[in-house]
């Protein structure tokens, strides 16, 4: 059963009036950085991380304008396709350790998600309770005239629109908190935004003090990414060695009411935290460091602190911003057809030779059909499109040809052509492969706050 709760938040003055007592700290943990990450890290951070909040942050733009799409083929769907199994491990020992859990995995669908949730709950004879938090799906409100921020053009130039989801902030989730639930599920909302809310809750921080906000921004933005923070992305053996990667750890912060925040993981987990996996996690996907827009603050992170406390343990402050944009950004999904692939290995002597054959073979076969043909040589020059110096040629190549079509059948051609290589093409292929799969391109734009109306529908099993 659910019942709906209106957003809608002050934001003149402390909001959490709900708390009889302030906290002196909160512990958040982040057990997934994107919807296919590992399901253990999070485990360890609730049985052994001693958290008041885990947050799981599953969404990307592609992904939820998939979701989308999956919704629009069934209604029961649209959240993460993880969901279940991370919920069904994770519930009983949220409930038994009286951590609350806050993620973006309802998607396109929270709705459906949370009712998962429930059912869930009900299979395990457990008693959850769930906030399901709506309002980001704009699509109904865009007109095709709208500006796409990548393109100066209006959004319609871009195709047939399938989806397009505003990217909520703090003042969203807040409301959901005040429900007392265990669960808050969300769509999309500014992945910072996620640790924000919590903090905001439980110290009663004013969504004008953008100071504070900005700080807070800061923990999400290092929080958010889960085991980059840990020496994940930062790995490169022989440069920076990050030690038992196979049992790498997620983060958690400890947050005083003041925002400074002391960094670290679960003891006896791998990976590692430092000053070095600290920074780089601050600058990841950051274009201006002065000016990093959320729908909460314009966060400046040029003052901000690291200091290293102790063995993965680092310490940030210094976090700033400015007031509130007025506009938040929206990503928006529309069709763009169909990609046909095939891949095949050439190895051994004159490989490359062998490949470039290959390739040339395809080209000329598919040049009257395709306008849109990638030739890549894997293992040669398919990342960088070029060579840089002079290196021996490569022992084994893996060819990939991908084409881009309008129809499933016409992108079905590319994979049938390659695999046709393993005997009418050069000598020795192997291991060829293809496949079919429908593209959705994204882009974005910027929308006016105030048409968005956020609610909150809470479920009870």
Request: hydrophobic share 40%; with cysteine; proline share 5%.
């Amino acid at each position: 059963m659910g019942f709906r709760h209106n957003g809608g938040y002050d934001t003149g003055g402390p909001i959490n009036r709900l708390n009889s007592f302030m906290k002196t700290s909160v512990r958040i943990g982040c057990g997934a950085g994107f919807s296919g990450d590992r399901l253990e890290p999070a485990l360890m951070l609730v049985q052994q991380g001693e958290l008041d909040y885990l947050v799981l942050e599953c969404l990307a733009e592609r992904t939820i304008a998939l979701a989308q799409k999956r919704k629009r083929q069934d209604a029961t769907l649209g959240y993460d396709p993880l969901l279940e199994r991370r919920i069904e491990s994770l519930l009983p020992r949220l409930l038994e350790k009286k951590v609350r859990l806050i993620t973006n995995m309802g998607a396109a669908n929270p709705l459906a998600a949370a009712q998962k949730i429930i059912d869930i709950a009900q299979r395990l004879s457990l008693s959850v309770r769930v906030a399901a938090v709506t309002g980001d799906d704009v699509f109904s409100l865009l007109s095709g005239s709208e500006m796409a921020l990548e393109t100066g053009k209006p959004l319609s130039d871009s195709g047939t629109l399938v989806s397009a989801n505003a990217y909520m902030g703090t003042d969203a989730i807040l409301p959901a908190l005040t429900t007392d639930a265990d669960i808050i599920i969300t769509g999309r909302v500014a992945d910072p935004s996620l640790f924000v809310a919590p903090l905001a809750h439980e110290f009663g921080w004013s969504l004008d003090d953008f100071d504070l906000l900005g700080q807070g921004t800061v923990i999400g933005h290092l929080l958010e990414c889960a085991g980059q923070l840990t020496g994940g992305y930062f790995a490169d053996p022989g440069r920076k060695d990050v030690p038992h990667m196979a049992h790498l750890g997620h983060p958690f912060a400890d947050v005083s009411p003041d925002g400074r925040a002391v960094f670290s993981k679960v003891a006896g987990t791998g990976g590692m935290l430092s000053l070095a996996t600290a920074k780089e996690q601050l600058l990841y996907e950051v274009m201006d460091p002065s000016r990093y827009v959320t729908p909460d603050v314009v966060a400046d992170f040029t003052q901000v602190r690291l200091e290293l406390m102790g063995p993965d343990q680092v310490m940030a402050t210094g976090g700033r911003g400015q007031t509130r944009p007025g506009t938040l950004k929206a990503s928006v999904g529309y069709e763009t057809g169909f990609i046909g692939e095939g891949e095949i290995s050439y190895a051994g002597s004159n490989a490359l030779g062998r490949a470039k054959l290959a390739g040339s073979i395809i080209k000329e076969r598919l040049k009257d059909r395709f306008t849109d043909l990638r030739i890549d040589y894997i293992g040669s020059t398919s990342v960088h499109r070029t060579n840089f110096g002079h290196y021996p040629d490569p022992y084994e190549i893996r060819l990939r040809v991908a084409g881009k079509a309008a129809s499933a059948q016409q992108a079905a051609l590319v994979g049938e052509e390659v695999e046709a290589l393993y005997t009418n093409g050069p000598a020795a292929g192997g291991g060829a492969r293809k496949y079919v799969h429908e593209v959705v391109g994204i882009v974005s734009t910027l929308i006016n706050r105030h048409q968005l109306t956020p609610h909150v529908t809470v479920f009870q099993s």
